[in-house]
């Protein structure tokens, strides 16, 4: 039994190690003093001052997170309504195949959706004179390619939702539109909670598609870092990585503590 | 107010594709009754309670509450309360938001929603439990609720769905005299759906028994026991033996009607057979004799006495023998 637990624990170790250790690695690495990414010379804060000192990338950062919360935000309520369609809309024609078109983005080749996305802003532009390739446009490419994550999400949480907690309530009195706003939404949150921070995550590290339909204008954070690396890294780049772990890491804490509190 | 029955359905037909789970069934339920839709598994009962409620809308027929035509209007507009078999409580709303729900839904004003929540939680011993989540309850408490949420609205029907059958079998006993105290108190009409037969037997005031999407039986416990009206309801109420008439027609046979005895009785009616198997309950035993005549019979005893269990054994020939009213003759 002993013998077995030691296994065990080792092989959970080794797994963990596997997955974080370059992350560890990384923000250890952030408070390196070396001008070198990958040479330790002591403990500094330098590189921590340098990032918040560069406008370039802070704007860029900026930009990468309003777009992040706009599109989780529209992905997440058209993924709900989405996931929602499919598991309780009655058997229409085509059902299967509206199904297999939501999910299409997922396993599209982002290079395909990029081209698509900017022909289509390419010929709005052109037709009705807007929008400007910038915000706006990535902000939606990164909508587009999200809400099959978030109706996945939904969708299967709702399939195995009890119908009779819906029925209940409209025996009880509740119209199809409040026993939606009072049983389903509050039981499905979670579900729309961790679709929502799927589909932030997947925006602020979305660099293939974004340089399809970004003007020249704007720049997002994972554009800012792939030209920086380009020209030669600094430790900055250390110092950003751990950020951004951290924020990930707050929100999967928060997705967690969300589902354990609603259940 | 209205003085006919509080439902009254007439020629009311569900189909799913090709099955026919409700096939034009007629019916009426007076007001105060404990009513019974009994059968097996697919007969039609949940889906004819489904109908009451609104939650499946007939292809054919009429479907009246208090003289109203209810055929088209959907659950949220019904005066009628359903409780779930699986009792769908809310799992994010404590037990006193649960019971609430419908009286928020109605536009009451939350003092007098606080009022008649306590009110009707105390009727069912749940007082205080109100601060508890569903998922912090037992079972009993939980069916509890139900009923309590069910309840709380002063329904003209209340539909139960199963309401025992979640329950294990002491809590079950106890709880079928509380709800039937609970419904003559309120002075509700109860329209309930069960496999049970015995629940159906004890409980109700009048029954229905379904066969096929069809009724196939209704009357009081007592008519549909002693005189069923085809081999499919003797059958399926209790146990009956089925013997058929020379002449042609069947006739049913309850097990407790039947004399068993080593000597043949002195009554009008007796057969020779043998024991084939015994068994044992404590209060009754059961034999299955092997008769000449009539095939396997079912016969039971009362055990009235310590030794009576012990009186017959298996392969041990014996007289069987009724009276001549014991029987209820069946045309179909």
């Known amino acids: ?263 | 107010m209205n003085s006919g029955p509080i439902v009254r359905i007439e020629g009311l037909t569900r189909r799913f594709g090709p099955i026919v789970a409700v096939d034009r069934v007629d019916l009426e339920i007076a007001r105060g009754e404990l009513f019974a839709l009994l059968g097996g598994s697919g007969c039609g009962k949940t889906t004819l309670l489904r109908m009451l409620a609104g939650f499946e809308t007939p292809d054919e027929g009429r479907l009246f509450i208090d003289g109203q035509d209810m055929t088209d209007v959907p659950p949220y507009r019904r005066p009628v309360n359903m409780m779930f078999q699986s009792y769908a409580l809310f799992p994010h709303m404590d037990v006193a938001a649960n019971v609430g729900y419908g009286l928020r839904r109605d536009g009451v004003k939350a003092p007098e929603i606080a009022a008649r929540v306590a009110e009707i939680l105390k009727l069912v011993h749940l007082q205080d439990h109100a601060r508890r989540k569903p998922s912090q309850l037992s079972g009993g408490q939980r069916q509890r609720v139900a009923l309590a949420r069910a309840l709380v609205k002063r329904p003209k029907l209340l539909l139960l769905d199963e309401p025992l059958a979640a329950l294990d079998r002491k809590l079950r006993e106890s709880t079928r005299f509380e709800m039937v105290r609970l419904q003559e108190q309120l002075g509700l009409t109860f329209v309930m759906v069960t496999h049970d037969q015995e629940e159906a037997m004890s409980m109700a005031t009048r029954l229905a028994v379904m066969d096929a999407g069809r009724i196939a039986q209704i009357g009081t416990p007592h008519e549909v026991y002693e005189h069923p009206a085809s081999r499919f309801v003797a059958d399926f109420i209790g146990i009956a033996n089925i013997i058929a008439l020379e002449g042609g027609g069947w006739m049913a046979l309850r097990p407790e009607k039947i004399t068993l005895s080593a000597a043949r009785p002195a009554l009008p009616q007796t057969v020779a057979g043998r024991i084939v198997d015994v068994a044992y309950e404590g209060d009754r035993s059961l034999y299955h004799v092997e008769t000449d005549a009539h095939g396997t019979m079912t016969v039971s005893t009362t055990n009235t006495s310590r030794a009576a269990g012990d009186a017959f054994a298996r392969d041990q020939p014996v007289w069987l023998g009724w009276s001549d009213e014991a029987g209820q003759r069946l045309e179909a």
Not at chain 1, 211 to 223: K, N
Not at chain 1, 254 to 263: C, D, E, F, I, Q
Request: hydrophobic residues 55%; proline residues 4%; contains cysteine.
């Open chain 1, 1 to 263: 039994m002993r013998g077995r637990a030691r296994f065990a624990f080792g092989m959970l170790a080794f797994g963990y190690a596997f997955l974080y250790l370059p992350i560890a690695l990384v923000i250890v690495y952030s408070f390196n003093e070396s001008r070198l990414v990958t040479v330790w010379s002591g403990f500094s804060l330098k590189w921590w001052h340098a990032l918040f000192a560069n406008e370039a990338m802070l704007e860029a950062a900026w930009l990468s997170l309003r777009i992040a919360l706009v599109s989780a935000t529209g992905a997440a309520l058209l993924g709900l309504a989405a996931g929602y369609a499919l598991v309780r809309a009655p058997r229409f024609p085509g059902r299967t195949l509206f199904g297999s078109l939501v999910v299409a983005p997922m396993v599209m080749p982002e290079v395909v959706m990029g081209i698509s996305m900017l022909l289509l802003f390419v010929g709005s532009e052109r037709l009705f004179g807007g929008p400007d390739r910038g915000f706006l446009t990535i902000a939606i490419a990164h909508t587009t390619f999200s809400i099959a994550f978030v109706a996945i999400v939904v969708q299967s949480r709702l399939a195995d939702f009890d119908r009779a907690l819906e029925e209940a309530a409209m025996d009880l009195g509740a119209t199809p539109w409040v026993t939606f706003r009072t049983i389903t939404l509050p039981l499905i949150a979670p579900a729309v909670g961790s679709g929502w921070l799927l589909a932030f995550t997947l925006s602020l590290d979305d660099l293939i598609l974004t340089q399809f339909v970004a003007g020249a204008q704007s720049q997002t954070l994972p554009m800012r870092v792939y030209s920086s690396v380009r020209l030669g890294v600094d430790p900055q780049i250390n110092v950003l990585a751990t950020i951004v772990v951290t924020i990930a890491a707050c929100a999967l804490i928060l997705s967690g503590w969300l589902t354990r509190r609603k259940a």
